[in-house]
């Protein structure tokens, strides 16, 4: 999450829209066009943005009374954008990267909807994020609605368990009336049966409930992306996710296969949810070759591409966002890091980032891997 130090601590509370930056001075407005300034602490300027104040003109920031800093909410010049909605879950995966809490955060909800109403230049996609966002589905068709209004172009990615999507009346309250094609659900699914799902999520039931939302979602005509998180239980049994994959859920428009992003409850069970990719390439090859046999589109996350085997790099995403994204010394003459994910930020495992292979132009022209 970026901020930006402000000179004085904020007298209000809120999301707002920047709408200047002149000197270190930010003009804000927010929804009823009220608008006023603050100034930013320069010598806290990050390098490489438009203005040297941090803040860009367009940036959507959340100010809080008595706080010194704004809290940079979206950026339209980021690759990637999020909605954060909710810190409560109904599963707590092994490797879960943002620890869920029990508290009611509906203001989370509300503050999502402020930020889409503010900004002027809507992204490509944006993803919704939780915790679990189907835990309010009311709350979620909101936003839904929102956001298919006021940015009709932008498609709208989904993160959820979808095990409440399993209930037919919260399916039928979130999905019937949805235009088909304009959301995108993105599930995770850790194996075809529910002795290792249900371990993995740490949730009794959860493998069928999870099916039954995949059902309901397809029902509903939804587009839905399946995920995977490579923690060893998940690479033990990959190929065989990918057979069950293939012959049950052929409906899915494409199967994310990803490394874990070391954080979280990832940090408490590393040696099992943190793996290194060339641990795996063998499974990763097995895994995409049987997906493709069924007509299904993987697609590799989260992964220094160096580490991907050859033939599988076609099939790598550069997933990690913008602010969390992050690369080595090695990286920096590496022909391949225009494609690469690299690393999250906060990474110091030395498990993704040891062993890097940095493919680079020779003097003659030549490849040297
Ligand atoms: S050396 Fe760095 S940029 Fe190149 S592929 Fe590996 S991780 Fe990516």
Redesign the pocket.
């Known amino acids: 999450m970026r901020q930006v130090r402000l000179s004085e601590a904020a007298l209000v509370s809120g999301v707002f829209r920047v709408e200047r930056v002149s000197q270190g001075t930010v003009t804000l407005a927010d929804g009823r066009c009220a608008v006023f300034e603050v100034k930013v602490v320069k010598a806290l300027a990050l390098p490489g943005l438009l203005h040297s104040s941090g803040l860009e003109v367009g940036d959507v920031v959340k100010l809080d009374e008595g706080q010194a800093r704004a809290i940079v909410c979206f950026r339209a010049s980021d690759r990637h954008h999020t909605l954060f909605v909710t810190n409560q879950c109904n599963s707590r995966c092994l490797m879960c990267s943002q620890p869920p809490t029990p508290q009611e955060d509906g203001w989370l909800f509300r503050e999502a909807m402020e930020i889409v109403k503010l900004v002027t230049a809507p992204p490509a996609v944006v993803g919704v994020s939780g915790g679990e966002p189907t835990l309010h589905p009311t709350r979620l068709r909101a936003l839904l609605n929102l956001l298919h209004l006021r940015w009709p172009e932008t498609q709208v990615e989904v993160l959820t368990n979808g095990r409440r999507l399993g209930d037919e009346q919260v399916a039928r309250a979130l999905l019937e009336g949805l235009p088909p094609g304009r959301t995108n659900w993105l599930v995770p699914l850790y194996a075809g049966n529910d002795e290792v799902h249900d371990f993995v999520v740490q949730s009794p039931g959860a493998f069928d409930e999870t099916i039954g939302g995949l059902m309901n979602l397809q029902q509903f005509e939804q587009a839905i992306q399946l995920r995977t998180v490579l923690i060893r239980p998940v690479i033990e049994g990959l190929v065989e996710w990918g057979r069950f994959v293939g012959r049950n859920l052929p409906f899915v428009q494409a199967v994310a296969l990803m490394a874990t992003e070391p954080i979280g409850f990832a940090l408490a069970t590393k040696d099992m949810s943190v793996v290194d990719v060339l641990e795996y390439g063998r499974e990763l090859a097995n895994t995409v070759a049987e997906l493709e046999l069924f007509g299904l589109t993987p697609v590799l996350m989260n992964m220094?591409?160096?580490?991907v085997p050859a033939p599988l790099r076609a099939h790598a995403a550069v997933s990690i966002s913008d602010w969390k994204n992050d690369?080595?010394p090695?990286?920096e003459d590496?022909?391949?890091?225009p494609?690469?994910?690299?690393?999250f930020v906060w990474d110091n495992t030395a498990i993704?980032?040891t062993g890097?292979?940095?493919?680079v132009r020779g003097e003659m022209g030549r490849i040297h891997v």
């Open positions: 220094p591409l160096c580490k690369f080595a090695e990286c590496c022909e391949l890091k494609r690469c994910s690299g690393f993704y980032r890097l292979k940095p493919v």
